[in-house]
T-cell receptor, first 115, second 116 residues
Framework: AQSVTQLGSHVSVSEGALVLLRCNYS??????LFWYVQYPNQGLQLLLK??????LVKGINGFEAEFKKSETSFHLTKPSAHMSDAAEYFC?????????????FGTGTRLTIIP | EAGVVQSPRYKIIEKKQPVAFWCNPI?????LYWYRQNLGQGPELLIR????????DSQLPKDRFSAERLKGVDSTLKIQPAELGDSAVYLC??????????????FGQGTRLTVV
């Protein structure tokens, strides 16, 4: 079984400040990890993903995340927040086991940017 | 290239009525997913298809929900009869073979269902 916990359903940061969205996962096998962003009345768009290799992954719009196996974490960061970053962010985990490839999502974090 | 297309975008129905959602995945994508997203929650998988075969429907409430993917391309999700608790956004996604480690799921804009 796999699961995702996103700490903080709402996060507010000032424009230009550091963005940190937390994600912890549970998986019985090494996972694939994803961050998706959802703008109002839109579908989900992939920000970045970790599958294999380098544990620090860079995504679109200046976001990055680091896979830390010892902490079972995959926190999302951006050095300087922009107004356009206001959205809902979802962390997701996918098993690497063949036949169990479904994405399991966290409950999401709504990011608000303060001008 | 067109992304995942869903219709309708919005649907309001009375409880006990039937409703259907349609999804056209990205051309060439073998895997198709239907997710349900309740207000303030993350998406939850309802069913996953590999081509025309439903390979994971363990979370699909089969007493009232049904899905099909004829010819392994378009898919339809149906609810009959709808209940108040079915109000949610229904998301369709597609990807290349899901067993590939480098695959990515692309999502449609969703259908927002309101049952009154």
């Amino acid at each position: 079984a796999q699961s995702v916990t996103q700490l903080g359903s709402h996060v507010s940061v000032s424009e230009g400040a550091l963005v940190l969205l937390r994600c912890n996962y549970s998986s019985s096998v090494p996972p694939y990890l994803f961050w998706y962003v959802q703008y109002p009345n839109q579908g989900l768009q992939l920000l970045l993903k970790y599958t294999t290799g380098a544990t620090l992954v860079k995504g679109i719009n200046g976001f990055e995340a680091e896979f830390k196996k010892s902490e079972t974490s995959f926190h999302l960061t951006k050095p300087s927040a922009h107004m356009s970053d206001a959205a809902e962010y979802f962390c997701a985990v996918r098993s690497t086991n063949f036949g169990n490839e479904k994405l399991t999502f966290g409950t999401g974090t709504r990011l608000t940017i303060i001008p | 290239e067109a992304g995942v297309v869903q219709s309708p975008r919005y649907k309001i129905i009375e409880k006990k009525q039937p409703v259907a959602f349609w999804c056209n995945p990205i051309s060439g994508h073998n895997t198709l997913y239907w997710y349900r997203q309740n207000l303030g929650q993350g998406p939850e998988l309802l069913i996953r298809y590999e081509n025309e075969e439903a390979v994971d429907d363990s979370q699909l409430p089969k007493d009232r929900f049904s899905a099909e993917r004829l010819k392994g391309v378009d898919s339809t999700l149906k609810i009959q009869p709808a209940e108040l608790g079915d109000s949610a956004v229904y998301l369709c996604a597609s990807s290349l073979f899901s067993s590939s480690y480098n695959t990515e799921a692309f999502f449609g804009q969703g259908t927002r269902l309101t049952v009154v």
